[in-house]
């Protein structure tokens, strides 16, 4: 071949692409003809590409959002936890040195209250005598009345009442050092907790003797002292006036008492005449005919007392006019009848026979019995002495537990008055505050006050005017009764009163109209001295 026709032929094979005539290779190697690629992409289907910078999915975006949050997270944890260690060892060295100086100012307090001791004074003299007493009777119950211990006695008498104070918060009559000192000879400073406890241990050791039976115990006295604290048990969880504590239940409880109380209340509240008229009203006409008269001479009974308390009755007669089986069982239906679902349908008091008890004050609660026989008293001492002011009256057995209703009625007025959670404690209802008002009953404790006041202070002027002064000597006092050993408290009262109101004591009921009344007649405010008056007399009253 010519080379000029082989250079041309080369230069046709560079230049020009070759042909494929529909043919290709497949992955072996082999060819295949343009119908069989065609047919092998419509088998696999159109090929998928990929893009070259896809865009993150919202659900990516959080989780690194996510993972971030977290890496931060994990740091300032990592910071706070040795803080935290830091912390702990600043806390242990604290701690340490805290106890240390603690221990020291134990010591420093103990060294001063030993040399304070030591001291010449009234206090340390008194003190080392009751000492002795100790040694030699074991106790620190001072008798005052006794001649050789008289001048103890009231000294120990006056360390109860302000240590009393100093827990009311009235620190300035005794130091804690003092009070420290009496702790450790294990002073008593409350006699009436050490007389409960003496009992209680003697009430602890009979009911072992019985084997916990507390119905067999013989000694009178004992059983007295049972009786009493049920009644105070019973007045407690009622919510009355009690000198029941907490501690003294706990106790009580410890041996067996407070099941002892439960027992016999619940005895009390099922009599055996309940049992005689169920088997007698066996049918509803026995029953409503019985109801019919026992509610009839209930009605009788509080027409003629005002009331509907069968107990608050003096004759016995009464009483058993109306029967009390009847009372209870209309009170135990309407424990029913205040009920739902299967309980009130056993109920066989209706809602009319409710409102016939209701038309006669009929009173359901029989906690406020106490409150109807206080009432009754006070009652009976406004149509005897025209008022409700108990304290104008000198007579204690006129006045003898009528206090008591007085002054529960007061306090639980400041909570009637008040609103919200304060006022759902009051336990004073509506219709008691408006049968006080009607006998005219002093809700204001510095009312009676004043009017007590004013009452003794023209006694004071009378007495003025017969001796010449107001210093009321004991001598004077015993040779004029028991009218003027009474005056002379009212003296002493206004004395104390004075004192208070020149420290600018809140708790003082001194005015200074009495101060101006009293420096109007000369009266001294101070035993053996004569006082300057805090307010110039303008006025003379004798």
Request: hydrophobic fraction near 30%; proline fraction near 3%.
């Amino acid at each position: 071949m010519p080379k000029n026709q082989l250079n041309n032929e080369n230069e046709e094979s560079v230049s020009s692409p070759p042909h494929h005539h529909d043919e290709s290779f497949d992955a072996t190697g082999v060819i295949r003809g343009g119908d069989e690629e065609q047919s092998l992409k419509n088998k696999t289907g159109p090929r998928l590409e990929m893009p070259i910078n896809p865009k993150p999915s919202p659900l990516t975006l959080e989780l690194e959002e996510a993972r971030r949050a977290m890496e931060e997270a994990d740091m300032v944890r990592q910071e706070k936890h040795v803080e935290m260690e830091e912390a702990q060892s600043r806390y242990i060295v604290a701690q340490g040195e805290y106890s240390d100086a603690n221990q020291e100012y134990e010591m420093n307090k103990q060294l001063c209250y030993e040399l304070e001791l030591k001291q010449h004074c009234q206090w340390n003299h008194m003190y080392n005598l009751l000492l002795e007493y100790k040694e030699q009777y074991g106790d620190t119950l001072v008798p005052h009345r006794r001649d050789n211990y008289h001048a103890l006695g009231r000294w120990v008498a006056n360390q109860r009442v302000f240590y009393k104070m100093y827990l009311g918060g009235k620190t300035g009559h005794i130091r804690p050092s003092r009070i420290e000192a009496l702790n450790r000879i294990e002073f008593c400073w409350n006699l009436n907790d050490h007389r409960w406890n003496l009992a209680f241990e003697k009430c602890k050791k009979a009911i072992e003797e019985k084997n916990g039976n507390a119905n067999e115990i013989s000694d009178k006295n004992i059983r007295t002292w049972v009786d009493t604290n049920q009644k105070l048990y019973m007045s407690f969880i009622q919510g009355l006036p009690s000198q029941m504590t907490k501690e003294r239940i706990k106790k009580l409880d410890e041996i067996g008492l407070v099941s002892f109380f439960r027992k016999k209340l619940e005895q009390d509240q099922t009599p055996s005449k309940k049992r005689k008229f169920s088997e007698a009203a066996s049918s509803s006409t026995d029953l409503n005919a019985w109801w019919e008269r026992g509610f009839t001479s209930l009605k009788t009974f509080h027409e003629k007392h005002g009331h509907c308390f069968l107990s608050l009755a003096n004759s016995r007669s009464h009483r058993q006019l109306v029967g009390s089986e009847f009372v209870d069982w209309n009170r135990e239906q309407y424990t029913l009848f205040q009920k739902s679902g299967n309980e009130k349908e056993q109920c066989k008091l209706t809602a009319v026979l409710v409102q016939r008890l209701n038309e006669i004050d009929f009173e359901w609660d029989t906690s406020n019995e106490w409150w109807e026989r206080g009432f009754r008293a006070v009652k009976e001492f406004r149509a005897e002495h025209g008022h409700c002011l108990l304290s104008i009256v000198d007579n204690k057995i006129v006045k003898r537990g009528r206090n008591e209703f007085v002054f529960w009625n007061r306090e639980q007025y400041v909570l009637y008055q008040q609103k919200g959670n304060a006022k759902e404690e009051c336990k004073l209802t509506a219709t008691q505050v408006r049968r006080l008002n009607d006998i005219d009953f002093e809700w204001d404790h510095k009312v009676e006050v004043q009017t007590w006041w004013d009452h003794k202070f023209e006694s004071l002027c009378e007495y003025r005017s017969k001796f010449g002064d107001t210093r009321m000597d004991r001598d004077k006092a015993s040779t004029e009764g028991k009218a003027n050993c009474r005056l002379r408290d009212y003296v002493s009262w206004n004395r104390k009163q004075y004192k208070l109101y020149q420290k600018g004591d809140a708790s003082s009921l001194m005015t200074e109209e009495m101060i101006e009344k009293m420096d109007g007649i000369d009266f001294e405010w101070a035993v053996g001295r004569k006082a300057r008056p805090a307010v110039t007399p303008t006025k003379t009253y004798i």
